[in-house]
């Protein structure tokens, strides 16, 4: 099963916010914590700053959104574009969340953009109400379901919220089939979720995990991480639905690239996933050897803490963006 269909309490103190990073301590969360405080609540503070984030963000509108993803689909990669926040507390915030995905769906489709978006149910309210939160979902479906692309891919957050991430996912889809989960290869509990995807035909995101899980939950060693990764992705690729496979790790790449040539799995069969300014010439490369590369978008003005995990995540993206602040 990929989840249990009752609603239990979303345990809040346990999960950290993050998502497209590596693991966050609590340290990281106490500073993007800060960050986001101190940059949300001076707009024109966060308005300054912006041009270190624009390796990774979009820009802090729909229209900036839209403008890069033009350029993606001009190099032929595909897109999903993510509204950024998370974990909102307040129900006109999350009403706030779902009008963003209808005016950008709306806006999709106006431009007939090659793109699909993803949400985090936590921007739509799962942390308040788990109704209100399918709710919004809903609609979104309904309103993605007259595109070209119709399909919304749920985030995975941090492992207090894998089961209420997926009872919503799973209670969705029995009336929408645009829609599918992110499955996290270091979570233990994985391999199962992959087998419960893969019975109920749902299109999954593979990826490593974001959030620091403890050990009793999730691997926590690389070599141990990348080979359930690549378990996961075989069964996925082999038996599964147009699976997503999320990584800029060459090794998995190539292994990925390797069993499907090895069992003539068509490059039509799955996707490469990549984040936004993270290696975009093995993006390009990717394209240019006839794989389907979709590259993640985020956008919005709650980009701190996102930025913070970019530029913790790899000592070349915090190089980056110390070179940006230098004149000329
Ligand atoms: P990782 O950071 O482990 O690095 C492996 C290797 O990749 C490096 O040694 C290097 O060779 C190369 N590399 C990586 N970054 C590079 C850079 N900036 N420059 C040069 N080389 C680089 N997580 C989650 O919990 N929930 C989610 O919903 C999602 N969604 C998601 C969508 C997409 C499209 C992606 C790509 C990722 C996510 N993630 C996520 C994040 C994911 O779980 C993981 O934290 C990151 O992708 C980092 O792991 P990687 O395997 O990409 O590279």
Not at 138 to 149: E, F, G, K, M, Y
Not at 206 to 234: D, H, N, T, V, W
Not at 277 to 302: A, I, K, M
């Amino acid at each position: 099963m990929l989840c249990d269909l009752q609603p239990t309490p979303v345990d809040l103190q346990s999960t950290q916010r993050s998502e497209g990073g590596l693991p966050t301590s609590p340290n990281d969360f106490f500073s993007m914590t800060v960050i986001d405080r101190i940059l949300d609540s001076n707009s024109a503070l966060q308005a300054r700053f912006f041009f270190l984030a624009k390796r990774f963000v979009a820009g802090e509108t729909i229209d900036s959104a839209l403008d890069a993803v033009r350029r993606l689909n001009a190099e032929g990669l595909t897109a999903t574009l993510d509204f950024l926040g998370e974990d909102v507390a307040a129900a006109s915030e999350a009403e706030h969340t779902r009008d963003t995905y209808l005016e950008l769906l709306a806006a999709i489709e106006r431009e007939a953009l090659r793109t699909n978006v993803s949400v985090k149910l936590t921007a739509l309210g799962l942390r308040i109400d788990e109704m209100l939160c399918r709710a919004h979902l809903t609609a979104i479906l309904a309103r993605a379901a007259r595109l070209p692309d119709p399909f919304v891919r749920i985030d995975m957050e941090g492992s207090a919220l894998t089961d209420a991430t997926l009872r919503v996912f799973e209670h969705v889809y029995t009336g929408h089939r645009n829609v599918g989960p992110v499955i996290q290869a270091y979570l233990r509990r994985s391999a199962a979720d992959v087998e419960r995807a893969i019975a109920l035909g749902a299109r999954v995101r593979l990826c490593k995990g974001a959030y620091a899980e403890p050990e009793e939950l999730a691997l926590q060693e690389m070599p141990a991480i990348r080979k359930s990764f690549l378990r996961l992705a075989e069964a996925l690729i082999g038996r599964g639905v147009y699976p997503g496979i999320a990584t800029h790790d060459p090794r998995l790449i190539e292994a990925v690239k390797g069993y499907a040539a090895g069992r003539g799995i068509g490059k039509d069969r799955f996707e490469f996933q990549l984040l936004y300014g993270v290696r975009p010439e093995l993006q390009r490369e990717l394209v240019s050897d006839g794989y389907n590369v979709r590259v993640y978008v985020p956008f919005g003005t709650h980009w701190a803490g996102y930025f913070y995990r970019r530029l913790t995540e790899r000592k070349e993206n915090a190089l980056f963006a110390l070179r940006s602040l230098l004149p000329g």
